[in-house]
């Protein structure tokens, strides 16, 4: 999932510093999961914005409402006439949520009040970790299941470096080597002559260097058009 934690209230009443009527919309997916940015974030940060605000001599009506989801027009539709009636959204959603905001209300000004991170997992209460870099050329069937794209602090598709030791990263003691944690999975499912087999150099059209991207599935586009 997106992982995302919300911005220093600092920061927030910076971005909304113009505004008097302030929306702050949270999102249900995602950022309620990492707990940034969901129905009780979004209560939070409006009630913080509120209290603030009025100690410093300028209170701001701030409001608050959570969609299901703010990347999808749907479910924005049903906060239309809040999101007209404010003078700024705050958006607790992921970056995506911010740009779809944005765009499905051109009217409206929307800042950002959580800095989005990366795609991962928790790993335990209260503790999320990086485990796919969205790189548009999955090779986890050939590592085990673990990505050393987003695992690996050097991103080495035929690893370890040198730098390891004892199985874990050279860049911090706490960080365990995913190359390690490749040969460790491979090894125990009796496939590490998988490993073996050395890499090509990453096609990275398929990531951010060949510029932003779009996903088209026609089949689906055609069954929208028939309904």
């Known amino acids: 999932m997106i992982i995302a934690e919300r911005k220093p209230l600092d920061e927030i009443k910076t971005l909304v510093d113009d505004a008097q009527k302030v929306l702050v919309v949270g999102c249900g997916t995602c950022v309620t999961v990492c707990f940034a940015g969901g129905s009780r ?28 989801r703010q990347c999808e027009w749907e479910y924005l539709d049903e906060i239309k006439d809040q999101v007209e009636d404010a003078d700024m959204v705050l958006s607790l959603g992921c970056g995506i949520g911010v740009q779809a905001i944005a765009e499905h209300f051109p009217e409206s000004w929307v800042v950002p009040g959580l800095n989005t991170t990366f795609l991962g997992i928790p790993s335990e209460q209260g503790v999320w970790e990086e485990r796919c870099a969205a790189c548009g050329d999955c090779i986890l ?31 911090d003691p706490d960080v365990p080597c995913a190359w390690q944690l490749i040969y460790d999975r491979l090894s125990s499912k009796d496939k590490l ?15 951010r260097d060949g510029g932003p991207r779009k996903i088209v599935r026609e089949d689906l586009r055609l069954k929208a058009e028939e309904a």
């Open 41 to 68: 974030e979004a209560q939070i940060t409006a009630a913080s914005l509120r209290m603030s605000t009025k100690l410093d001599g300028n209170g701001k009506n701030v409001g608050d409402v959570t969609v299901q």
């Open 141 to 171: 069937g050939l590592t085990g299941g673990i990505c050393p794209i987003a695992r690996c602090s050097k991103s080495l598709l035929n690893g370890p470096c040198g730098g390891s030791e004892a199985g874990h990263c050279e860049i």
């Open 193 to 207: 002559h998988v490993i073996l087999d050395l890499q090509p150099p990453k096609n990275w059209s398929t990531s």
